[in-house]
């Protein structure tokens, strides 16, 4: 791993340091705790050519393919949760816009078990998986092997090391270790596989205070900490403030043309300082949608 021990830092700072053209980029969030700011980031600093990893894709990897921050994407599934498709990611398989996309389709199971193996600095991960599939005949990482002492037949898949591990928790201390609870996916284990890591956080503290059975990344596995408020809003930070379902529905008629979609990044994202200008025009819009 190339991480230094962690730094507290602003959000475009860690970006411009840390993320390059042509990285491997995981933003990883499951429902909770969606590092939206930090996607923004990566947006307004213009990076391209990534290849994005994530197991649940939703609204902020829409808006970063949309915006041609991306050449491919490995996932298992992906969407606009509760509503229907993404549709700027369609347009990018289908149609090659803003240009086209790459994808490996994995599993769930399959997925996670690529960071666990990232994370174990191993070269692939095994398990029992995709047999009766239709994904290995689309997706030529997915590869049978026999197990040596069973004869077993069993999937493997390449694992998922990438170079910089996005997310978001709810605090870090001055020292800038991390504490995350509630619903926590694959962060823990997409940060130990990556050779660096950003954390966006709702405050910094002077302890964590940790509860048993949370979550708690310490600095040396850390690159920088940023601390962004509401920095995975419109999802949710457990003990911090809830979902805005309001927003995924609204995304939905945003993202189906590619003009709606080019107006609403350039007004809220490309043409806003940071995430807190970012809400404070999301605020006017709805006023103004409500007036």
Not at 51 to 63: G, K, S
Not at 186 to 192: G, M, W, Y
Not at 224 to 230: D, L, M, S, T
């Amino acid at each position: 791993m190339e991480v230094a021990l962690s730094t507290i830092t602003s959000l475009r700072e860690a970006v411009s340091a840390l993320v390059r053209d042509g990285d491997t980029v995981a933003l990883e969030g499951f429902t909770h705790l969606i590092p939206h700011a930090a996607g923004h980031e990566l947006i307004r600093q213009g990076r391209r050519d990534l290849t994005l990893v994530r197991m649940t894709p939703d609204l902020i990897y829409d808006q970063m393919i949309g915006m041609g921050c991306a050449s491919r994407l490995v996932f298992s599934w992906g969407g606009n949760p509760g509503v229907g498709s993404l549709h700027r990611l369609r347009d990018a398989v289908e149609n090659g816009w803003p240009h086209p996309l790459a994808i490996d389709e994995h599993s769930h199971a399959g997925l996670a078990n690529a960071y666990v193996a990232g994370a174990s600095n191993l070269p692939f991960a095994v398990l029992r998986g995709y047999a009766g599939s239709d994904l290995p005949h689309h997706n030529d990482r997915i590869r049978f092997i026999t197990c040596p002492f069973t004869g077993e037949q069993l999937a493997a898949i390449p694992s998922i090391r990438p170079d910089v591990t996005i997310i978001h928790a709810q605090k870090a201390d001055r020292r800038g270790n991390v504490l995350m609870w509630g619903i926590v996916g694959v962060q823990k284990e997409a940060v130990l596989a990556a050779k660096r890591a950003i954390v966006t956080v709702e405050e910094i503290v002077d302890e964590l205070d940790a509860p048993p059975n949370a979550v708690v990344l310490p600095r040396w596995v850390v690159s920088a900490v940023c601390a962004v408020p509401r920095g995975a809003m419109p999802s949710y930070a457990q003990g911090y403030y809830a979902r805005d379902n309001a927003f995924y529905k609204r995304w939905d008629p945003v993202a189906r043309s590619r003009e709606g979609f080019a107006a609403w990044m350039r007004r809220h994202v490309q043409e806003t300082e940071d995430f807190d200008g970012f809400l404070r025009v999301l605020e006017e819009t709805r006023r103004q949608e409500a007036a």
